[in-house]
């Protein structure tokens, strides 16, 4: 990292005006209004780039959400659907609830997504299970009233039509009569028509099932079955009761949902199946239409995930053809930057240098659009008449993303088009002429602001300022700026960057958390952006705590061979490199080495368990929240991608899991699970509580009846993190 960057960061830490100091407390980082100030989400721009929409939640009720519309040539801003207005508060179907699950929005209530008509004229609205379309004059209609839950609504491009799935199979609307005919039939039992299969929603980042071709005449449907899938049982313990749900689950090693796709034809229901080869065991990765709509683009992964093939369909009668083929030694990392051009060629990422960077196919060619030791990690859009493309990478530092243009008909020197010293996510209309940037910091709350393709004539949509009656502005007097920069990985060559935050006003060493996630396929935590735990680390930070994190080999946006380094061996690298982190923190003055704990949670649970496991001694204390302890237990995709099949290869899983090793835990350990997690099931848990019950280990244990995989919510979120910082204050803090 440069000094000028740590300058900046610096810089902005100071910039706060002063005032009246506040103390932070969990009960006011977990109350209303948010710490971090107004925060849209789910921004987007309208087709024709004059509207701009996002959610936004309430002052008064940060978990509820309202949609709201800014009119970019005036400025003018209005909310369009009041979610207490029209919202029923109905109880959600399960389908939908284990939706909200996958999606990470569970604990969120009111509008949760929308979808824009081709025409910019209206939005469909999902709410309370039904869906409403809404005009930009306010005017609200709505479209369903039934018992259950509409599922992915979506508008057709040309705005007449609304698709939905609704009892497993897919439904069509007429927006001009509201009649409605089912496009699909015998969706029922383990058939679902029109959504994505539990894995595409978990693992892939795929929640469709069907795709529109542009001009309204045909849709791409997938038709899922799962019975291939063994049957689990998992038991959703409530405060009210104990629900138990015959779950079909792919687990590592078991057969998945057999995925097939067709083609309707909307006017007549005619359908031709889609050839996606001879091996029924593959994974439907991706669906796109062609610019022209006369082809169809499908991505098809092999189960191993060593093999992507690009589909071109004929949509007339299903046939497909072999466009071009990804390749990997270890696994092929999903994307959704696949941009179809006028003139029939492709932009497209690849890692097939060893990072993942900007090509243009044409015509069986291939043009190599960027290059460099940095990662690009999406393509926010494509202006074909100026021939730029603008992407979101790291090519500065990995500690931040920023907006890029490339010329898409020669390689070029990506110009940036955003500022540094901000982590920034970036979305445009349809013709790359507008873009909405979210940007923030280690010293700024998200902001977000609407700018020109060339990042000029910047306009606020929320400047979400640190000042005033700004929620966090009482408590800016006390923000520590983090200090970041880089160490040496377990084998001595390797650079790790990390994040580090150290107390003021303490004296002597102090008492250490180390804060891990530690895994693959998502970004690291030395990062310059306000995160969701930045309120909770002040604090800690504020009662003395250093907290400390390094994104290990493994973590991504580091290129494939940094994050190939898990490859059969979980558990492994990860492990080692923070544990070099550790002894790099100890020789540092302001740490007392006796007094590091060690908190993460999901993968950064199981890094807990593994971490006690490995170094007994090292760790006066770790909380480890929902831990994969058995990676047989977890899904299919995300498990075998990293560890293989475990049908063949079954040490690799020995090896990797948590459990065999469990008993060498000498450290005092918390447990923390949601007693209704569908992701890291609870009985991961349950396996570790008996086996060091059996071996007479003792350990602290806090569960948490009808939460899932993220324990989230008014009140609860003060226990769970007053349950922590109790425990830490015993065995840590006391530990001298």
């Not at 494509?382 to 890029?404: C, F, H, S």
């Amino acid at each position: 990292m440069t000094r000028a960057l740590l300058a900046a960061l610096a810089a902005l830490s100071l910039s706060a005006p002063a005032m009246a100091q506040q103390t932070l407390t969990l009960e006011r980082i977990f109350g209303n209004p948010p710490l971090a100030g107004p925060t849209p989400r789910l921004l987007k721009l309208s087709p024709d780039g004059r509207w701009l929409t996002s959610l936004r939640n309430r002052p008064d009720e940060k978990e509820r959400f309202d949609l709201w519309a800014l009119d970019t040539r005036t400025g003018a801003e209005r909310m369009l659907v009041d979610s207490k207005s029209f919202g029923t508060g109905a109880t959600l179907s399960e389908a939908e609830r284990m939706q909200r699950e996958r999606a990470r929005i569970a604990d969120q209530k009111g509008i949760v997504a929308y979808d824009w008509s081709g025409d910019s004229q209206t939005l469909l609205v999902p709410l309370d299970g039904d869906l409403y379309l809404a005009w930009l004059d306010g005017k609200v209609r709505r479209l369903t009233d039934t018992k259950t839950s509409e599922l992915d609504g979506t508008v057709s491009p040309k705005g007449h039509l609304v698709s939905f799935v609704r009892d497993q199979n897919l439904i069509l609307l007429d927006l001009a009569t509201g009649k409605e005919r089912p496009l699909t039939q015998g969706g029922g039992g383990t058939v679902s028509w029109g959504t994505a299969e539990f894995v595409a929603q978990e693992e892939m980042h795929r929640n469709r099932g069907h795709w529109w071709s542009p001009d309204d005449r045909l849709i791409a449907v997938e038709r899922s079955d799962e019975a291939p899938v063994a049957i689990v049982t998992r038991a959703a313990i409530g405060a009210d009761g104990t629900r138990v749900y015959q779950q079909r689950y792919p687990k590592a090693g078991t057969d998945n949902a057999k995925v097939d796709l067709y083609v309707f034809d909307v006017a007549t229901g005619k359908n031709v199946k889609v050839d996606l080869g001879p091996d029924p065991d593959i994974y439907l990765a991706r669906v796109d239409w062609t610019k022209d709509g006369k082809m169809l683009l499908v991505q098809r992964e092999s189960r191993d995930q060593k093999r992507l093939d690009m589909l071109r369909v004929d949509p007339a009668t299903g046939k497909s053809a072999i466009l071009f083929t990804e390749t990997a030694k270890t696994w092929i990392n999903l994307n959704d930057n696949l941009k179809p051009l006028s003139d029939g060629s492709l932009i497209w990422t690849s890692e097939r240098d060893g990072f993942s960077h900007l090509y243009r196919w044409k015509d069986g060619a291939w043009t190599q659009l960027t290059s460099g030791p940095w990662d690009v990690r999406d393509v926010a859009g494509v202006d074909e008449a100026k021939g730029l493309a603008y992407i979101v990478a790291n090519r500065e530092t990995p500690i931040e993303w920023q907006l890029y243009a490339v010329p898409i008909n020669t390689p070029g020197t990506p110009k940036q088009l955003t500022d540094s010293g901000f982590n920034n996510a970036v979305e445009m209309d349809k013709g790359a002429t507008h873009a909405i940037v979210t940007r923030s910091s280690t010293a700024q709350p998200p902001q977000t602001y609407l700018a020109d393709a060339n990042g000029q004539g910047r306009r606020w949509v929320e400047e979400n300022k640190l000042a005033g009656d700004h929620p966090y502005a009482p408590f800016m007097a006390s923000h520590v700026a983090p200090r970041f920069g880089t160490i040496k990985a377990a084998d001595g060559v390797t650079d790790l960057y990390y994040k580090l935050y150290v107390p003021t006003g303490f004296s002597g060493p102090r008492p250490v958390l180390l804060w891990v996630y530690g895994g693959p396929g998502t970004g690291g935590q030395a990062r310059n952006e306000w995160t969701r735990d930045l309120p909770v680390q002040q604090y800690l930070v504020s009662k003395g705590w250093v907290i400390f994190s390094v994104d290990n080999r493994g973590t991504a946006d580091r290129g494939k061979a940094f994050e190939d380094a898990i490859y059969h061996a979980m558990g492994t690298v990860e492990v080692a490199d923070q544990l070099a982190a550790v002894d790099w923190l100890k020789k540092q003055p302001f740490v007392d080495p006796k007094r590091i704990g060690v908190y993460g949670w999901s993968y950064g649970g199981y890094m807990t368990l593994k971490l006690l496991e490995a170094a007994p001694g090292t760790f006066a204390a770790g909380v480890a929240g929902a831990p994969v302890t058995r990676w047989e237990l977890y899904d299919t995709h995300y498990t075998e991608r990293y560890l293989g099949d475990p049908r063949k290869v079954p040490e690799v899983y020995q090896h990797a899991d948590a459990l065999p090793n469990a008993t060498a835990i000498r450290d005092p350990l918390l447990l923390m699970h949601g007693m209704s997690d569908d992701n890291v099931v609870f009985d991961n848990s349950t396996a570790l509580m008996a086996k060091l019950q059996v071996a007479a280990i003792p350990f602290e244990t806090m569960v948490y009846p009808g939460f899932g995989h993220g324990v989230r919510g008014p009140g609860v979120s003060v226990h769970l993190w007053r349950t922590i910082e109790n425990f830490l204050d015993r065995q840590v803090e006391q530990a001298r």
